[in-house]
């Protein structure tokens, strides 16, 4: 290979990486807060919560081929997918504010209102995140290097979430109405996460080209049919559509179990939620290491069996231990970054596959459905989280929660999400691609390139 063109400069990892920190001061909000707040704060039951996710979620997901659709036929001065991150910095941020804000008016209007802004929001960040992953494939065709930039990348990623955790939390408590103190600390992320795309966009550079004997895009229904042509994207989708279920699982009760759950644990919740963080920032970095003594394949099974286990743990410890609680929960966090950057680097692979099979490239398509898959996890997730709370008789509303409901809090923590993660390890297990046969593909598309 071409090291010289295939090299990306630390600055423009760190620039790439700072997109997803952006990203993540409103995904991790919506992940980590938006349960609690929409059942504490804004006032919601748990079943319209439960219902909320899974139908605006599911909607969104079904626009995320169409997104990828459309930035693959994108051609700009600027490349492809970079010129999304500029343009809807602006409008993703003013709606991750809107979420977070209680309006003044009643019942109906209230719910009317969540499913507006919240539509509107995950809208925008398919319009963005599709571009911004898509993005990685086209920076370098160096498999390696692609391992690289995704470490780096969920290192930021999770540097924003525990931003969210470390400093929303504490700014929620500021102001004694904490309904104005969620809209403003989601005020400051907003203009944080403008300034980070720009920086983003300014510093971040497309090298890759599809193969000079790719003719034409074709149809929508055609390159749809084109992307599920390849066996081992299949397992991709399927393998991220079980494991962001069984993460946004966990991370949906976490708040819940630290708060409700864990015996006289109220003040702990941000440090419980911070040291998560904390374990993914160094967990994400660590991810090229493990890469370097261990087949990608089999590093991503026995990661997807850590987290099962380290899951399942949480369930015997009991609510009074608070320090091995957190140092549980801080290897939780570990071992899930860890995985971050072995997933993701999956999808450009299989699009190495795709490419030397057919001929013919799709990065902004095929990551449109992992992005699809993603979303459908976070749909399928949180409504079973939000619904296996309610059947334990979980009341929103700040009210005492029976035996039953707590300890209903804890088996959908601990239990549910260690089942999905073994459930993920089977699906993997089904690969093809392993770093040998990854490393070859690459080769042999970068010869094809020349030629």
Not at 220 to 228: A, H, N, Q, R
Not at 291 to 309: E, G, P, T, V
Not at 345 to 363: I, Q, S
Not at 396 to 412: C, D, H, M, P, W
């Amino acid at each position: 290979m071409n090291k010289n063109k295939d090299q990306v400069g630390l600055l423009e990892k760190i620039g790439y990486g700072l997109g997803d920190t952006a990203g993540n001061f409103v995904y991790q909000s919506v992940l980590l807060l938006l349960g609690f707040f929409y059942t504490e704060i804004y006032g919601l039951s748990t079943t319209t919560v439960a219902t909320i996710f899974l139908v605006v979620r599911i909607v969104d997901a079904v626009t995320d081929p169409i997104m990828g659709a459309i930035v693959d036929r994108t051609n700009t001065k600027w490349g492809k997918y970079r010129p999304y991150l500029i343009i809807l910095a602006v409008p993703y941020a003013i709606a991750s504010v809107l979420v977070f804000t209680v309006p003044d008016l009643g019942p109906e209007g209230k719910v009317i209102y969540a499913y507006a802004t919240y539509t509107t929001l995950m809208l925008l960040f398919t319009a963005t995140n599709i571009p911004y992953g898509a993005l990685t494939g086209v920076m370098t065709s160096d498999p390696k290097e692609r391992a690289s930039i995704n470490a780096t990348r969920f290192m930021f990623a999770t540097g924003g979430g525990l931003i969210v955790t470390s400093l929303v939390l504490p700014l929620t408590n500021y102001w004694s109405d904490p309904a104005i103190g969620y809209r403003n600390a989601m005020i400051l992320m907003a203009i944080l996460s403008v300034i980070l795309f720009v920086i983003c966009f300014a510093t971040t550079k497309e090298r890759v080209k599809g193969l000079a004997s790719e003719k034409g895009k074709g149809n929508f229904i055609k390159d749809i049919k084109f992307v599920f042509k390849n066996d081992q994207y299949r397992l991709v989708a399927l393998a991220t559509l079980l494991m962001v279920s069984a993460q946004t699982i966990k991370n949906t009760t976490q708040l819940f179990y630290i708060t409700i759950y864990v015996e006289d644990a109220v003040a702990y919740s941000a440090l419980f939620l911070s040291i998560w963080m904390v374990g993914g920032m160094i967990g994400a970095q660590l991810a090229t290491k493990v890469l370097d003594i261990m087949d990608k394949r089999k590093a991503y099974i026995m990661l997807l069996y850590i987290c099962a286990i380290m899951s399942a743990i949480s369930y015997f410890v009991g609510n009074t231990n608070i320090i091995l609680i957190m140092v549980i929960q801080f290897f939780v966090g570990f071992f899930n970054q860890m995985i971050a950057p072995i997933w993701f680097t999956f999808t450009a692979d299989a699009v190495d596959y795709g490419e030397l099979k057919f001929y013919k490239r799709m990065d902004g398509l095929t990551l449109s459905f992992t992005l699809f898959s993603l979303k459908l996890g976070l749909s399928i997730g949180g409504a079973l989280a939000m619904t296996i709370m309610g059947y334990y008789g979980y009341v929103s509303g700040g009210v005492e929660q029976t035996l039953k409901a707590t300890n209903g809090i804890l088996f959908v923590f601990a239990i549910v999400p260690a089942i999905v993660f073994v459930l993920t390890a089977l699906v993997v297990s089904l690969f093809k691609l392993n770093s040998k046969t990854i490393a070859l593909n690459a080769l042999k598309l970068q010869e094809l390139r020349i030629k």
